[in-house]
């Protein structure tokens, strides 16, 4: 048959076969060695998986990573664990999901104005808060104490979540990335686009956490420092985009993904402010303080009861605190509330809205 004796509609037509272009991995990997910067990670030279494995006709290694931790069930856990305030009344407060995807965009924002390694910086930001336990960073001081020789860290966690309990075989750099994206860990990552989320993750909890206390009637605009008003403005959008302009300005004339100077100076008064007026405030401070007593009491309960552990989420080669460490961390708020009561018939908690 003559092709214009072929219907339009045909998929065989000449105008349908020419309609798209192929773009495996290969492509992709090449595209990477040509347009990427010099300081970028590029899949193809990625140290590898524990587990060697046959690579994706169409994923680079670091794109399967990204999708691996999507398709995860530690990941979707993260829509019902606390970012800061425990279980707010009130739909538009940040959960620890939202706040992943909000450190993904801007890490993946970074990342592209420095032509680094997008999937890269996804996966990293995605997979970075998985350890964190139900009600927030509670679960660091909660936890700690029964690890007399180090302290809990849900950064630690999240890596023991991909290599132990729900193994990904994720690569290296996604994994150093993760276990690193906190600044008071060292050393520290490894790659340009694990520095992108380091600052991504601060950008992002500063100023979600700024309008969701505004949100609650704890601070209003005039309440914060007089040099963040004048250095970042609104807070909200604002605030984001003046942030990652500074990193991104700092980070081409240096080299290295930073931040000037007086920039970051402000945003660390801005943090101590945070820390000072919402984290630390005496009114929340109360609830944290309630919500470290139902992991204790749950924790307690299973180190007695460790029969009670699901075989699904249970990593037999360890030690019993690390496998009860290991559940309760994993649970969500309301699964945790729900187990509490279950189990000593009250409330976790009196009144966990503020």
């Known amino acids: 048959m003559h092709h214009l004796d072929v219907p339009e509609t045909s998929p065989t037509h000449p105008a349908r076969a020419t309609a798209f272009i192929r773009r495996d991995r290969l492509a992709r990997e090449a595209e990477e060695a040509q347009r990427l910067a010099p300081a970028a990670t590029r899949s193809a030279d990625s140290r590898g998986r524990a587990r060697p494995e046959p690579p994706d006709e169409y994923r680079t290694a670091f794109e399967r990573d990204r999708d691996r931790i999507l398709h995860s069930k530690a990941f979707r856990r993260l829509m019902h664990k606390t970012q800061v305030f425990i279980n707010p009344d009130g739909d538009h ?4 999901l939202t706040h992943t995807l909000q450190v993904n965009q801007i890490g993946r924002a970074l990342a ?62 996604v994994r150093d990335g993760i276990r690193a994206h906190s600044w008071k860990i060292d050393p520290p990552p490894a790659t340009q686009e694990a520095y992108c989320i ?8 500063l100023t979600h956490d700024a309008l969701d206390a505004q ?13 963040v008003r004048e250095r970042f403005g609104t807070p909200g959008r604002m605030w984001v ?17 930073r931040m000037d100077p007086e920039t970051l100076a402000v945003m660390n008064e801005l943090r101590e402010f945070m820390f000072e007026r919402v984290y630390l405030a005496p009114a929340h401070r109360a609830h944290q303080v309630e919500a470290i007593d139902v992991i204790r009491r749950l924790v307690d309960y299973h180190l007695v009861h460790p029969e009670d552990i699901p075989a699904s989420y249970r990593d037999n080669d360890a030690d019993r605190v690390t496998q009860v460490a290991d559940y309760v961390a994993g649970m969500t708020d309301r699964f945790a509330l729900s187990t509490h009561e279950r189990i000593f018939g009250t409330p976790g908690m009196s009144d966990p809205a503020l």
């Not at 104005?113 to 964190?132: C, F, R, T």
């Not at 985009?241 to 993904?257: C, F, N, P």
């Open 215 to 227: 949100r609650a009637g704890i601070l209003t605009e005039d309440d914060f420092p007089a040099a």
């Open 241 to 257: 985009g003046e942030m990652i302009d500074a990193v991104t300005d700092y980070s081409l004339k240096t080299g290295a993904v």
């Open 198 to 205: 380091r600052f991504a993750d601060r950008i992002a909890y």
């Open 93 to 96: 407060y940040l959960t620890r």
């Open 112 to 173: 592209a104005a420095l032509s680094l390694n997008e999937p890269l910086a996804a996966a990293i930001a995605l997979g970075h808060d998985v350890g964190h336990s139900p009600f927030g960073h509670t679960g660091e001081e909660a936890l700690s104490p029964y690890f007399p020789d180090r302290e809990w860290h849900h950064a630690a966690q999240s890596v023991r979540i991909w290599e132990v309990l729900e193994d990904l075989n994720l690569t290296w750099e």
